[in-house]
């Protein structure tokens, strides 16, 4: 039995067969473990990106440029599709779909007749599902990510948006006292829109938290945010006050700079 895009255990428990039975849950959110073996299914790496579109457009294709566009994709298997089909209904080649895709990446990934077979959401739509029940589940989740997404596609220091909880405030329309900055990013985390993971790494020291953001659902962010001036100058007085000094040790292991996009 498949339980397809199951939302929660408690959402599917009452067609659950309390005999013996082979059962498969796929779900965005990660709380599952009280219920069933889990396996983290995340994007695809840059090799297995790759041989998927030679698979695809075939062998005149170039590996090289498979693999840069793989890159540029971060592994989504949507986005790839999407890039695939792309490609073989314009007769084109990756080298010149990467340079549509640079120049305009919201018309090539997030437009509405952007879909593939047997699966009828663009990569805008199947997102903004799970930015809307993040939402739900916490209001200040969305402005948030939106923060986030005009960030550098790279893992986040979380100890940053603590320290910055007065600058960010203002923006998010929610006070984020207590362990309100904790639900927003849990919210996010359950839906899949951000993956929080922590390193172990001097001069950072142990259990250091980060969140990280994949780089296409930080576009679909920035697209649909409307005050993009507000966001940039929230999230840059954000760095300015809640990074440490770039001089220092944390400063020049963590790369504090390279965070911000350009």
Known sequence: IVFDNAMSPAAVHRFVPNGQAHILFTSNSPNWSASARTRAIGSWSNEDSARYLLRRLGPDTSITAARRLASDLGGLPLALELAASYCERRAIGIGEYRKRLAADPAAHLLAGTQTVPGYSRTVAGAYALSMAAASAEHRASLPLLQLLSFLAPRAIP??????????????????????????????LRNHSLVVQATVDTEPLGPLFSTVLVHRLIALVSRTNTSAVADARETIARALMLGLPDRHSGAGREFGYRSLVVP
């Open 158 to 187: 979380l100890r940053m948006l603590d320290h910055a909880r007065t600058v960010l405030d203002d923006y998010l329309g929610s006070g984020l006292d207590g362990d309100a900055l904790e639900a927003a990013i849990a919210a």
